[in-house]
């Protein structure tokens, strides 16, 4: 069954990328639609669209195609055809993310890079369904750490794009900025210290990657800031101990020349 998915996949996915018709709605489609045949009778939802979204993007590195764009508009097209079949739950988003890096550092791909368009793709993906925008960039920075700590990739760059992402993506989809952000780096602190990573480290990665999308955007850097710190505070709470102190301690420095100040309760805006 997997194989015949795998082959199907790339065989769509191949097609629309070397054919004429519009690449992101065309892989939408086509991996929209491999999703619900693979998932008629399927016990383990989370264990079938796996091979969904590995074999689109090594689809895309087997021509040479952007794997960005593949990765973001795959992941799309899972959660669009799971959400016909049942419920886009939180595991689906994470497992959706960890295979879309998995599957970008199997063929030798940028993954940090790719780490980006994945919270995008997350974001866009549940625009239309129960879940939020805050849940999906959580869920999916939590799956992208895992991924790349699997691998060996660098967290704290993929930390910082994935936060860039998460502002792409609610750019795309209009949700709550400020949430998505602290929701964003919360789960990529939880993600990183579920796989024994450097929990302090990917905490400012996410600050500083909040502060360099905004200063790019025009918005304000102190608040996105804050709101990220905000996020990796609320993770220290769940980690604890001398771990979770000292991320509340790494986060409310000067950060990328902004000192960054966390008011509590955190308000959405």
Known sequence: ???NVGETIRNGVIGVLKGTRDIAVGIVDIVSTTTVKALEGAKDIEAAVGPIIVGAI?????IGADLTTVAKNSIVGVLKGVHEIGSVTLDVIRDT????????????G???????STIIGAITGTRDITVTAEDAASEAARGIIRAISEVGGDTSLAAKNAVKGAV????????????????TSKGLVLG????????VTIAKSAVL???EVAKEIGISAEKAASAAAMGAIEAAEVIGGEAG??????VTETIGGIKVIVKKPFKKE
């Open 1 to 3: 069954m997997e194989k």
């Open 58 to 62: 090594k689809a895309a590195g087997e």
């Open 97 to 108: 993310a960890h295979g879309a890096l998995k599957g970008t550092a199997e063929i030798g």
């Open 110 to 116: 940028d993954i940090e890079s790719v780490a980006k």
């Open 168 to 183: 792409g993506g609610v750019a795309e989809a209009s949700g709550q900025l400020t949430t998505v952000i602290k929701d």
């Open 192 to 199: 990183a210290a579920e796989v024994g990573g450097d929990v």
């Open 209 to 211: 990657g909040t502060i």
């Open 245 to 250: 102190s000292a991320i509340e301690k790494a």
